[in-house]
T-cell receptor
Framework: AQTIHQWPVAEIKAVGSPLSLGCTIKGKSSPNLYWYWQATGGTLQQLFYSITVGQVESVVQLNLSASRPKDDQFILSTEKLLLSHSGFYLC?????????????FGHGTKLSVL | QQKVQQSPESLSVPEGGMASFNCTSSDRNFQYFWWYRQHSGEGPKALMSIFSDGDKKEGRFTAHLNKASLHVSLHIRDSQPSDSALYFCAASDLPNYNVLYFGSGTKLTVEP
């Protein structure tokens, strides 16, 4: 069975500090990977997607970056946090491109920027 | 401009009742729809997709798509308290999407 693990579960960070969030998928080779951001109780905004190792596409510019260093790992980061970065960050995976399979989301990371 | 609009913002139904959600795409290219739901503190889970005109039924859930008006709806019959969650409509311009646009969500409360 496939599992998706996000870390950390929650973070409290200061404005201007760096950030690194991670996501690991086990039990599925070469998944499509995605990062989403969600304001509290709000809609989901897709940030990035990756079809293969080393390749990441940006969907919106929010002073964030993403990398896929391994087939099963997706990292979201920034060197300088803004207040507007607060929210819920969700990693998701789906089957390889060409299918219409659903997204499978992790439990998310709650980020509070103070 | 948001590509996907949802209504209502919130909804309360009695246990055993019918819950109905609406969604419209403002972009004619976005004709492929998904419904997701999210319980508090968790990631969203996919309920069903609908890509063709008409109805699609999966258990207690029925989705309806009208491509001409770009309107999709979701109906839950025999609602249970465990159905209480945030429901999202999502749309893409391809069935094999890389980018999925979510609506603002409808909060469903099922009263025991």
């Amino acid at each position: 069975a496939q599992t998706i693990h996000q870390w950390p579960v929650a973070e409290i960070k200061a404005v201007g500090s760096p950030l690194s969030l991670g996501c690991t998928i086990k039990g599925k080779s070469s998944p499509n990977l995605y990062w989403y951001w969600q304001a509290t109780g709000g809609t989901l905004q897709q940030l990035f997607y990756s079809i293969t190792v080393g390749q990441v596409e940006s969907v919106v510019q929010l002073n964030l970056s993403a990398s896929r260093p391994k087939d099963d790992q997706f990292i979201l980061s920034t060197e300088k946090l803004l207040l507007s970065h607060s929210g819920f960050y969700l990693c998701a995976w789906s089957l390889e491109q060409g299918s219409n399979e659903r997204l499978f989301f992790g439990h998310g990371t709650k980020l509070s920027v103070l | 401009q948001q590509k996907v609009q949802q209504s209502p913002e919130s909804l309360s139904v009695p246990e055993g009742g019918m819950a109905s959600f609406n969604c419209t795409s403002s972009d004619r290219n976005f004709q492929y729809f998904w419904w997701y739901r999210q319980h508090s503190g968790e990631g969203p889970k996919a309920l069903m997709s609908i890509f063709s005109d008409g109805d699609k039924k999966e258990g207690r859930f029925t989705a309806h798509l009208n491509k001409a008006s770009l309107h999709v709806s979701l109906h839950i019959r025999d609602s249970q308290p465990s159905d209480s969650a945030l429901y999202f409509c999502a749309a893409s311009d391809l069935p094999n999407y890389n980018v999925l646009y979510f609506g603002s969500g409808t909060k469903l409360t099922v009263e025991p």
